[in-house]
């Protein structure tokens, strides 16, 4: 009945079908969880899948395609690149360079350098290399229920176990401490009665564990892959003092949430954070592998010719499309729209919240946030049975969402930032049509 979905037979499709038997046969199965569908193309925030099928995407790829999908001129800017030039390893390209200094103009100004990589795990794992090596320390302060990727330095800072399990002893130095999830205080405190005493917690256990080496402290803005934790205000620029105080490295992972996620082109200017250093990754290319760490010069400048590369960094479709991608951002305003419609949305959200016994939390801010669905509002207990009915039946109704959360309870809410007004209603009308008839 809607004029942009439309799902046509119970899911998967006859073509999904045979695809997801033959693709299970032959590659890993060690993915996340889906709903049972195979894609075959998309266009801004709509996606069609090899039975015809369309739907409205509260994903973004994982938040990768910010501009939408096949953007036009990102498109473009790929297909004119890739006839010219596909791969220069550390020479320069006149794309690269007006890449590294576009990246210098938009980020914090203290921000002066760029190294140019290929994944956010390869630019966090960047960071904590400069950040050991710049001090002379070992020791890297890093948050429970982080995610900077899954390579050994990046994992063993992140505070979640799946990326860890089974591998052995992680990287030694690394101290985890808690991170402010309001939601669920630890400390037992309400949102109007916090005075940030997870930080003094943070701060104990920083001085009984650390044996004196302290090099730097990376953190998200957000918590993504923990279900979309967004700290109180003022805990960051808190957190950056402290760090300074200390004469550690401060590493923002804005891998996930820049690029106009937020609301802000960086999730840092909501509080005015002069990281040393920032990893940027994702929505930097929109659909290409493209990422950067950004820096201080004084600190980058601790390595030497030859000293760190990356055989795809500073690719040259990579960079035009990353280029374009800035384009794309100046001209339509994409950061003020995800702002404008991640407003309309949250409001939306917690009207729905109101009338779902299992809708326990609607977080966030511009277009990322997480829904975190419970057994009982009460309890607080979590239901990822409950989570996994919501990502089948909305793709059912025609909209694909996923799950994050350290108990695979939260829904992933994070469209392009190119979503209308009209596919934001159809699509929030969808999830509350999910929401208000699940069943326990």
Known sequence: MSRLTRVKDTLPGPKSRALLDE?????ANCVGYQAPLVWDYAEGCLVTDVDGNRYLDWTSGVLVTNVGHCHPRLVEAIRRQAGRLLNNYDFPTPERVALAKRMVETTPPNLDRVFLLSTGSEATEAAIRVAKRYTGNFEIIAFSGGFHGRTYAAASAGGLPGP???????????????????????????????????????????KAASTGSLAGVIVEPYQGAAGFIFPPDGYLKRLETW?????????????????????????????????????????????????????EAEVIGVL??????????GNPVSCAAALAVLEIFEQENLVENAARMGALMKARLLEIQE???????VRGRGLVMGLEIVRDKRTKEPAP????????????????????????SVI???????????EAHESLDIMEHVLTNLAA
């Open 23 to 27: 693709w299970h046969n032959y590659e």
């Open 164 to 206: 860890k399990k089974g591998y052995g002893p992680i990287m030694p130095g690394v101290i985890h401490v808690p991170y402010p999830y309001c939601y669920r205080c630890p400390l037992g405190k309400s949102c109007d009665a916090c005075a940030m005493e997870c930080f003094d917690v943070m701060e104990t256990i920083v």
């Open 243 to 295: 760090a300074r105080e200390h004469d550690m490295v401060l590493i923002v992972d804005e891998v996930q949430s820049s690029y106009g996620r937020t609301g802000k082109m960086y999730a840092a200017e909501w509080e005015g954070l002069r990281p040393h250093l920032m990893a940027i990754g994702k929505g930097i290319g929109s659909g290409i592998p493209i990422s950067a760490l950004m820096s």
């Open 304 to 313: 030497g010719p030859g000293e760190m590369s990356s055989t795809a960094g």
């Open 355 to 361: 009338k779902c016994p299992y809708l326990g939390d």
């Open 385 to 408: 049975d409950l989570t996994r009915q919501v990502i089948d039946r909305a793709a059912q109704n025609g909209l694909l969402v996923g799950s994050v959360g350290i108990f695979g």
């Open 412 to 422: 992933r809410v994070a469209p392009p930032l190119v979503i209308t007004a009209e």
